[in-house]
């Protein structure tokens, strides 16, 4: 959005000709920069409180490059980047400060570490195998500015591993629960803890599984009060729903 633009409003609200609401919701209706194949959304910091997050997977090395560019002449850090190939990690790499992770398919530009909430959340696995999903996740909240505890391989088949990690879980203001197979954790750990639980279902398992069908709907069909599922192998939307809720907690200390 131009600079100019915003002056304006901001300069009829000082003269009284509008009021800061109408500003605030002109705000929120500004303008896209139009690159010819993506139409990149400048504004999304005020109507949702994050950049724009860059979905790489079928996007050319070039086009990614090109919506990093618009991106970055808004917001200098921070640029998240998911599902991101390897070729395009490495073409990525000369032009600009990436940081890549392999497993998750993650990439972030310009990467600063900081913390604008102050709960915590706690992502777990019932395996080894779903942490590149929950990598994605736990990159995802880290990136919008949360802190994240890691806690996998902690799956229904040893419970006690959980159990013996109960008191990360009570320091969590929300847990991503990330598992495969019949999709048990979620339940289990939202009938453990008092707060939120986000259940991601991963494609993780044996041919009965579906390719993560059968603990999608397991989640889905939770007992336990407090579980929210996001789709299959969604790690970014579930970190990105965390962060949300972790947003809004307000000043409450855990």
Request: proline content about 3%; hydrophobic content about 40%.
């Amino acid at each position: 959005m131009e600079n100019g633009h915003i002056r304006q409003i901001l300069s009829d609200i000082e003269n009284g000709i509008i009021s800061a609401g109408e500003g605030y919701n002109r705000l929120k209706l500004a303008p896209f920069e139009d690159l010819g194949y993506a139409k990149v959304d400048h504004h999304r910091p005020v109507r949702q409180g994050a950049p724009e997050v860059i979905y790489g997977a079928s996007k050319t090395s070039e086009q990614i490059e090109g919506i990093l560019n618009s991106l970055l002449s808004h917001c200098p850090e921070n640029i998240l980047i998911t599902r991101l190939s390897e070729e395009s990690a490495q073409y990525l790499s000369t032009r600009f400060e990436l940081f890549y992770d392999a497993s998750s398919r993650i990439g972030i530009v310009n990467r600063r570490a900081h913390l604008s909430a102050d709960g915590t959340i706690v992502v777990a696995t019932g395996g080894t195998s779903d942490i590149p999903v929950a990598e994605e996740a736990a990159l995802t909240a880290e990136t919008l500015g949360n802190r994240v505890v890691r806690l996998y391989d902690v799956g229904v088949a040893g419970l006690h591993r959980l159990l013996a990690s109960m008191e990360v879980l009570a320091t969590a203001r929300v847990i991503v629960a990330v598992a495969g197979m019949e999709g048990a954790l979620a339940s289990v750990i939202g009938g453990l803890t008092d707060c939120p639980v986000i259940g991601v279902p991963t494609s993780v398992g044996y041919g009965a599984g579906f390719q993560g069908l059968s603990a999608l709907l397991s989640m889905l069909n939770s007992c336990a009060s407090g579980v929210s599922v996001v789709n299959i192998d969604n790690g970014f939307g579930a970190g990105y729903l965390a962060s949300m809720i972790n947003h809004i907690g307000g000043t409450k200390s855990k």
